[in-house]
Protein backbone atom coordinates (compact mmCIF):
# COMPACT_ATOMS: atom_id res chain seq x y z
CA UNK A 1 0.00 0.00 0.00
CA UNK A 2 1.28 3.49 -0.93
CA UNK A 3 1.16 6.16 1.98
CA UNK A 4 0.31 9.86 0.96
CA UNK A 5 2.82 11.78 1.68
CA UNK A 6 0.17 13.68 4.39
CA UNK A 7 0.10 10.72 6.47
CA UNK A 8 3.96 11.06 6.43
CA UNK A 9 3.84 14.58 7.57
CA UNK A 10 1.47 13.56 10.19
CA UNK A 11 3.24 11.13 11.72
CA UNK A 12 6.37 13.41 11.64
CA UNK A 13 4.53 15.81 13.11
CA UNK A 14 3.43 13.89 15.75
CA UNK A 15 6.84 12.22 16.22
CA UNK A 16 5.20 9.02 15.33
CA UNK A 17 8.04 6.81 14.52
CA UNK A 18 6.90 3.00 14.60
CA UNK A 19 6.13 1.26 11.53
CA UNK A 20 2.91 0.28 9.82
CA UNK A 21 1.40 -2.93 9.75
CA UNK A 22 -1.02 -3.65 6.76
CA UNK A 23 -2.66 -6.72 7.20
CA UNK A 24 -4.45 -6.41 4.01
CA UNK A 25 -4.16 -4.51 0.78
CA UNK A 26 -7.33 -2.76 -0.58
CA UNK A 27 -8.51 -0.52 -3.41
CA UNK A 28 -10.58 2.17 -3.55
CA UNK A 29 -12.92 4.07 -5.61
CA UNK A 30 -14.07 7.20 -6.03
CA UNK A 31 -18.09 6.46 -5.68
CA UNK A 32 -17.27 5.81 -2.06
CA UNK A 33 -15.61 9.67 -0.78
CA UNK A 34 -12.85 11.30 -1.41
CA UNK A 35 -9.43 11.02 -0.05
CA UNK A 36 -8.82 13.44 3.05
CA UNK A 37 -6.13 15.48 0.86
CA UNK A 38 -8.56 15.92 -2.38
CA UNK A 39 -11.86 16.48 -1.04
CA UNK A 40 -13.32 19.69 -3.36
CA UNK A 41 -13.81 22.77 -0.96
CA UNK A 42 -18.32 21.68 -1.62
CA UNK A 43 -17.72 19.02 0.32
CA UNK A 44 -15.61 20.61 3.07
CA UNK A 45 -18.13 22.67 3.31
CA UNK A 46 -21.21 20.58 3.36
CA UNK A 47 -19.43 18.75 6.59
CA UNK A 48 -18.39 21.36 8.30
CA UNK A 49 -18.02 23.19 11.74
CA UNK A 50 -18.20 26.86 11.63
CA UNK A 51 -16.62 28.64 14.70
CA UNK A 52 -17.87 32.01 14.78
CA UNK A 53 -17.55 34.67 17.59
CA UNK A 54 -21.20 36.16 17.28
CA UNK A 55 -21.18 39.57 17.69
CA UNK A 56 -24.68 41.70 20.04
CA UNK A 57 -27.00 42.28 18.14
CA UNK A 58 -28.11 39.43 15.65
CA UNK A 59 -29.53 36.58 17.12
CA UNK A 60 -28.17 32.67 16.94
CA UNK A 61 -31.21 31.89 14.56
CA UNK A 62 -30.53 34.97 12.21
CA UNK A 63 -26.80 34.10 12.53
CA UNK A 64 -27.17 30.66 11.04
CA UNK A 65 -29.51 31.61 8.77
CA UNK A 66 -27.30 33.99 7.37
CA UNK A 67 -24.66 31.05 6.84
CA UNK A 68 -27.40 28.90 5.32
CA UNK A 69 -27.88 31.38 2.17
CA UNK A 70 -24.33 32.10 1.96
CA UNK A 71 -22.97 28.95 1.32
CA UNK A 72 -26.46 27.22 -0.11
CA UNK A 73 -27.26 24.58 2.45
CA UNK A 74 -30.30 22.48 3.35
CA UNK A 75 -29.54 22.43 7.00
CA UNK A 76 -27.46 25.04 9.47
CA UNK A 77 -27.83 24.66 13.14
CA UNK A 78 -25.86 26.10 16.10
CA UNK A 79 -24.97 24.39 19.06
CA UNK A 80 -25.16 25.66 22.53
CA UNK A 81 -25.89 29.40 22.94
CA UNK A 82 -24.21 32.02 21.35
CA UNK A 83 -25.37 34.72 22.97
CA UNK A 84 -23.07 36.89 25.51
Known amino acids: MIFYDFIYKIDNFCRYNNP???RKEAQTSDKYG???DKRPIEELV???IINLDKPPGPTSH?????IKKMFNLNKVGHGGTLEP
Open 62 to 66: EVAFW
Open 20 to 22: WNI
Open 46 to 48: KNS
Open 34 to 36: FFA
